[in-house]
């Protein structure tokens, strides 16, 4: 994207660059980036972007909000930004406060689930939650017998087996048993865990959206530096090729992202036109992780296959990012049943609907 | 950043979404009337001169021109609803189709004005048909070699050679072509063509329908041997169409008609699952559903930039190669999908028929109109390669 267009994204991006520059983060073995950069980020707000002044955070909108995660996408930004402002988020829709520090939501996969016993205690195995292993506290929705809840849990209370996604950012496996909650209040009626699940993929895809920007930039500068048979390599009509797909696959990501964002932003409630917009989203923005970061990689030839250039840091991150809150498998199969039970004459509506 | 590439969210105001419901009745009743068979994708093969002076009293022809030119005044977004609308349903929109995304536009930006007054409400009223006369026998994507003539006579120009591929040309009242007035320059091999406005139908002009592989008869060889034009069919600069030429490509590329064109086939793949999918179909369905659903929004995106007066070349071209290479897919992928729907499923046959004709249809999609490996360049130029 060419420029900022709001001062949320304007200040992230220069923290970004500042303390988070791809090159210098990727050449520091010890992370010892990690907490200037974190401290940065919470002076100025941002992981308690989406929860209001009265909860503790700053308050910006939604689309403030997503804005920055596409930001935090063409950084790779590898610090629990998106999972901290999605854990606040679910806290403020049970108006919960949000306390300072890390944070992740629990569960981060459709098909787990946290169970809330009689006693008022939290109880349930989930796999694959981004920065457990970071987060001082989670963000939990879990499920008793009169519905959905959202707890806030202090982190120490879990038992957590730490484990890495593809792109080397913790990836953990939480359990949680007879956990009392630091705090619990009843979901919103008709908040589900499919609201969190679509807002988490909605998060994803900007971030993969911004990685693949930022792909495509790199590879683009590469292919005007790289000389070969005496030529730069962006001379070459395969190449040029290559690279307009890449491009198309970036465009595709970025339209399909923003526009579930701006979709969320605006909508009442979750109904079926947002359920398209953020499943889609998801589903779009996975197939140009792969189909575009191959394409960046091939352009790059060897030299993007070592530790030492940054394209790994934006290519296996939106890889990975495809895992969380639902594959493109798990969306596409529940977009298809939807679109099934609706019927064919109702395809194009739902297709029209905005 | 080196690629700017935007694709703002666009939010279809609430009088597109009062167009919709209007265009969607008079569909539904020229279907109940017999007109046109939404289930029957060989529309093309239905000229349907009545429909379309149906459609122009409609005032959706030429809705967002002049009013003085008979047009709407109406917004971009506006034409795009109208256009998806038609599309999906499998309108016989041949007569007019051109004529309003193309032909018009370029009237109203080079043509004099007598000949605007005298053409364009004949557009808008649906009355009159157009062709392109781009490609030749030699000269296909590499649109500056064309060779055909027009040279210099008393008070106009005479034309002697071919254009090729030219659809609708047997029915069309007019064309609009480039011919060469000048040699190529040393400097620009691009100098030397005009544009003009041929009148169709008159002395000097033979055309001759070839054979599709759909079965269709619906691009043609247009012959010319000394056909007269006169010098106000002159559009724009003499020796200058390559000026002209571009700034045209993005409303012609970025459409709804760029991967709509073989969605009946999704249509009816839905209802062949019915209600409870397996797996393998719901996730199939799931991805094009989600591809499809990219594709309009990025197209609806350009649309809304073509309102705001920018010219997105590049996003517009994103937009064709993407989703013609889709569409082109299309066919195969519901043909995977319905490889084990039931025997017994009641639209099977219009299923079949469908596959067959998208089929044979799909291998055209990435051609016409500018082909992947034009739009992979034009991309390319746009990224700073070349």
């Known amino acids: 994207m060419a420029e900022s267009d709001n001062i949320v994204v304007e200040t992230a991006e220069k923290i970004f660059a500042d303390l988070a520059d791809p090159q210098t983060i990727n050449n520091d073995k010890n992370n010892s980036w990690q907490a200037p950069l974190w401290q940065a980020l919470s002076e100025a707000g941002l992981p308690l972007s989406w929860v209001p002044d009265d909860l503790g955070g700053s308050g910006a909108s939604l689309a403030d909000g997503f804005a920055l995660l596409n930001a935090a996408g063409r950084f790779a930004v590898a610090v629990p930004l998106a999972e901290t402002m999605l854990a606040g988020w679910l806290l403020a829709q049970a108006k919960i406060a949000s306390p300072e520090g890390e944070m992740t939501v629990v569960p981060a996969s459709p098909k787990d689930r946290i169970i809330l016993d009689a006693d008022g205690a939290l109880s349930g195995r989930v796999r694959g939650v981004p920065f457990a292993k970071a987060a001082k506290h989670f963000a939990v929705l879990a499920h008793g017998k009169d519905g959905a809840v959202i707890a806030l849990v202090d982190a120490t209370k879990a038992r957590i087996e730490s484990g890495l996604n593809v792109g080397y950012d913790h990836s953990d496996t939480v359990t949680l048993d007879k956990v009392q909650p630091v705090s619990i209040k009843p979901a919103p009626k008709g908040f589900e865990q499919t609201n969190l699940m679509l807002m988490g993929g909605v998060a994803r895809s900007l971030q993969i959206a911004g990685a693949l920007e930022s792909m495509l930039d790199i590879s683009v500068r590469y292919s005007n530096e790289r000389i070969a048979f005496e030529k730069k390599i962006s001379k070459f009509q395969a190449v040029q090729h290559n690279l307009a797909r890449l491009a198309g696959e970036s465009a595709a990501a970025l339209a399909a992202a923003t526009s579930a964002a701006d979709a969320i932003a605006n909508a009442k409630s979750f109904n079926d036109e947002v359920y398209l917009e953020a499943a889609s989203a998801k589903i779009r923005c996975a197939e140009a992780a792969e189909k575009g970061g191959g394409i960046a990689h091939q352009v790059h030839g060897a030299i993007g296959f070592t530790m030492e250039h940054i394209l790994h840091r934006y290519s296996l991150r939106a890889l990975a990012w495809r895992d969380d809150f639902g594959s493109e498998s798990h969306w596409a199969v529940e977009l298809g049943k939807l679109v099934a039970t609706r019927g064919a004459d109702e395809l194009w509506p739902l297709v029209a609907s905005r | ?386």
């Open chain 2, 1 to 386: 950043m080196t690629a700017a590439l935007r694709f703002d969210p666009i939010r279809l105001p609430e009088k597109c979404e009062q167009l919709r419901k209007e265009v969607r009745a008079f569909l539904a009743e020229e279907i109940a009337a017999g007109t046109f068979d939404p289930n029957k994708p060989n529309r093309e093969d239905t000229d349907a001169p009545e429909f379309s002076r149906r459609v122009g009293a409609k005032g959706w022809l030429g809705m967002t021109w002049p009013k003085k030119y008979g047009g709407q005044e109406r917004s971009f977004l506006e034409r795009y609803v109208v256009t998806e609308e038609m599309r999906v349903a499998n309108a016989p929109t041949r007569r007019f189709f051109v004529a309003d995304r193309q032909s018009g536009p370029v009237l109203l930006k080079y043509a004099p004005e007598h000949i605007k007054m005298e053409i364009l409400p004949r557009i808008c009223r649906g009355e009159i048909c157009f062709a392109i006369g781009m490609s030749e026998p030699n000269s296909g994507s590499d649109l500056f070699a064309a060779k055909t003539r027009a040279t210099r006579t008393d008070g106009g120009y005479l034309i002697n050679g071919t254009k090729i591929w030219t659809s609708s040309a047997h029915i069309a009242d007019y064309m609009i072509a480039i011919f060469r007035t000048s040699p190529p320059t040393k400097e620009n091999r691009r100098h030397g063509l005009t544009q003009f406005l041929v009148k169709m139908k008159q002395p000097g002009i033979k055309v001759n329908p070839i054979g599709q592989i759909t079965g269709q008869y619906e691009f043609n060889e247009v012959v010319f041997t000394d056909h007269f034009i006169p010098d106000d069919h002159v559009l724009g600069e003499v020796d200058g169409a390559w000026k002209q030429a571009t700034s045209e490509l993005a409303y012609e590329r970025s459409g709804p008609e760029r991967f709509l064109e073989t969605y009946y086939v999704l249509t009816e793949l839905v209802r062949a699952v019915g209600p409870n999918p397996d797996t393998r179909s719901a996730e199939g369905i799931g991805r094009l559903v989600a591809q499809l659903h990219t594709m309009r929004r990025m197209s609806v995106s350009v649309a809304g930039m073509l309102e705001a007066g920018k010219e997105p070349v590049v996003e517009a071209s994103i937009v064709k190669d993407i989703g013609t290479v889709w569409e082109q897919q299309l066919p195969h992928r519901v043909r995977d999908l319905a490889a084990f729907v039931e025997e017994t499923a009641t639209n099977r046959q219009t299923l079949e028929r469908q596959l067959d004709f998208a089929i044979k249809t799909a291998p055209k999609l990435t051609i016409q109109g500018g082909t992947t490996e034009v739009l992979r360049g034009i991309i390319a130029r746009g990224l700073g390669l070349r």
